[in-house]
Structure formats: C-alpha cells, structure tokens
C-alpha cells in the first residue's frame, strides 16, 4: 500500500469553505442570490446617478423599488406553477426566482423625486442629486 500525500490546491479554495459556515453564503455582500441577480452599470452625470440593470424577460410589475434609511433597494420576486396532466402522467412544475440589491445613497440625492423605468429588458432608474450650497449661495447674518 502506498500513502500518497495531498495538498489543498489553492488558498481561496478553502477561503471559500470558510466563508460558507462563518456568513452562511459564498456571496459577496449586497447580494442574496448569485445566479439570479441581474448584473448593474452606475453612471454619474452633473444632475443625478444613473443605474440600469440588464434583467431580460421580465415586466415593470416583478420589480419593487423602496428607499429606506439611505438605502436604495431593487429587488424581484417571480412564482410560476406550470402543470400537465395526460393519461399516463402528471407533471408539474414550480418556478421561482428572486433577487435584491442595495445600494447606499450619498446625502445629496433628493429621493423624492426617484424615478424608473423598464424598457426593452433594461430597467433604469434616475436618482436626482440636491443642488447644494456653495460659498456662493451663503449669506452672512449679522448680530444685533
């Protein structure tokens, strides 16, 4: 009989391992399902940040967008129940996916007047930012 000595082949490999028993996912944080999280593009103009998210197939009505505590929350819930029935066998099949991301909102974005849309499998959403005050726009109040 011959013993034969193995290594683990990489450091991250193992890192993984870890990470799934101490936080219970290999997801990096902001992320609850890896496989169905829509990927995301931020772009930041002079007027507002601008992010699509790339989810094909879906409708305006499976998102739900919500600011909460600075927090801007985009997330999905989708069920679907398919069932054939023939004379020999049934079938039935469930369907469910789901996603959420979270993104933390800078001070000067003025989350009343949020807006989105969902075009084309694209889903857009413009969040303004508040003009603020420059030396320019103080004033000096003078004390009696």
């Not at 699509?52 to 819930?77: C, H, Q, R, W, Y």
């Not at 023939?86 to 996603?99: D, I, L, P, V």
Request: no cysteine.
């Amino acid at each position: 009989m011959t013993l034969v000595k193995h290594a683990f082949p990489n450091p991250s490999f193992v890192r993984s391992f870890d990470d799934l028993f101490t936080r219970g996912s290999f997801l990096p944080s902001g992320r609850t399902n890896w496989n169905n999280t829509p990927s995301v593009n931020v772009k930041e103009t002079d007027a507002a940040f601008h992010i699509e998210m790339a989810a094909p197939g879906m409708n305006k009505e499976d998102f739900k967008i919500a600011v909460k505590e600075e927090t801007l929350i985009i997330s999905s819930e989708r069920k679907s129940n398919n069932e054939q029935k023939t004379e020999r066998y049934t079938r039935k099949e469930w369907n469910y996916s789901a996603f959420s991301r979270k993104f933390s909102l800078p001070e000067n974005i003025n989350a009343a007047e949020i807006v989105a849309e969902y075009e084309n499998g694209v889903l857009k959403v413009i969040l303004p930012k508040v003009e603020q005050k420059t030396a320019e726009n103080e004033i000096e109040v003078k004390i009696k």
